[in-house]
């Protein structure tokens, strides 16, 4: 069991209201992540629901149980911050084994926990180690199993993944995501690293200066994004969103095209543009396009990357209409 619901939930911090009113349900065993710029309120979140900060009123259940005025030990949650913060002088049991001492579970009780724990983290050659011992995905690692140990209705992760170098938050993605699929247990995950949402989530929770923007799968937040906010920060590269008269010739104040919705040949099409920088990643390539008219910043189209082209170079571009997207002079989904 792990269904979490807020109602109403507020926080200020003095004068400085950074959660407006707010509501939110996340079902039992989903995978939920909050998403947003740096400031947007995901952390502060994230700390309500632990019970790590107080609301500032409106109410947080857990299961069906009002646990707004619970303190953290008491509302059966394990969190997994983005610093391990494990005991250096602790081998890789102890530290896992801590809060079960702490807890006072019984010897036998805390070593099923902890082979089980480690056989689901590939740390069982690791148990005797001591943290300095091990590299930063195995840190982590054992911050995590630390978590499971407690069994909790769901785990809290902020930005867990952050300190990591880029191939290691590769690895560690997908072992947090097999881990989930094993356990089945509510995660509910922060990052402001969009990719890591789109690829890690069943529910994606758009963050703006604490408000809500958009609650939605992976694919119905890139495919319907409600407003252009959300169509900007969801997707990499991020959507191309045009104003002006290119715009209001498709009865928008604005239109968002996505890098991959842009054919691009170099001989026709209702656009031109000059090649600025192209970047070649392999199987694709991202093309940087100036074009007069269309905004100050260049256009992004994603091409195949045997695609042959030059800084300098003019194109012509063909928007595909059918996934074009629209909104008004208020930025809302037209």
């Known amino acids: 069991m792990g269904r979490i619901t807020l109602e109403k939930v507020t926080k200020s911090f003095g ?37 790590l900060e107080d609301v500032t009123s409106g109410d947080i259940a857990i299961d069906g149980t009002n646990a707004t005025e619970l303190a953290p030990a008491q509302r059966g949650l394990a969190m997994v911050f983005q610093s391990y913060a494990l005991y250096p002088h602790m081998s890789v049991r102890k530290n896992i ?23 689901a ?53 997908l072992e947090i995501m097999e881990l989930h699929k094993r356990l089945t247990t509510t995660m509910i995950y922060v990052t402001h690293d969009q990719v890591e949402a789109m690829t890690m989530a069943d529910k994606i ?27 900007g920060f969801i997707g990499s590269p991020k959507m191309n969103l045009i104003k002006g008269e290119v715009a209001r010739s498709h009865g928008a104040a604005t239109i968002g095209v996505r890098p991959e919705h842009i054919g691009v040949s170099t001989t026709e099409g209702p656009w031109q543009g000059v090649v600025g920088v192209a970047e070649h990643l392999g199987s694709d390539t991202f093309i940087h396009v100036h074009q007069h008219g269309m905004g100050d910043e260049p256009l992004t189209v994603r091409v195949d990357g045997e695609f042959t082209v030059k800084h300098g170079d003019r194109i012509f571009l063909t928007p595909d209409e059918t996934k074009m997207h629209r909104f008004d002079t208020n930025g809302l989904r037209a």
């Open 15 to 51: 004068e400085v209201n950074v959660i407006p009113p707010l509501d939110l349900e996340i079902d039992d065993g989903e995978f939920v992540v909050f998403v947003g710029p740096s400031g947007c309120g995901k952390s502060t979140l994230l700390r309500l629901i632990a019970g």
């Open 97 to 119: 084994a801590f809060p079960m001492k702490m807890a006072k579970l019984p010897e036998d009780e805390q070593k099923r926990r902890i082979d089980a724990a480690a056989k």
């Open 121 to 173: 983290l590939n740390l069982t050659d690791y148990l005797d180690r001591r943290p300095g011992q091990l590299s930063g995905g195995q840190r982590q690692r054992v911050a995590i199993g630390r978590a499971i140990v407690r069994e909790p209705q769901a785990f809290l992760f902020d930005e867990p993944l952050s300190n990591l170098d880029a191939a290691l938050r590769v690895g560690m993605r």
């Open 205 to 231: 929770v758009v963050l703006r200066a604490g408000h809500i923007e958009q609650v939605g799968s992976p694919l119905d937040l890139y495919h319907a994004p409600r407003n252009e906010f959300v169509a």
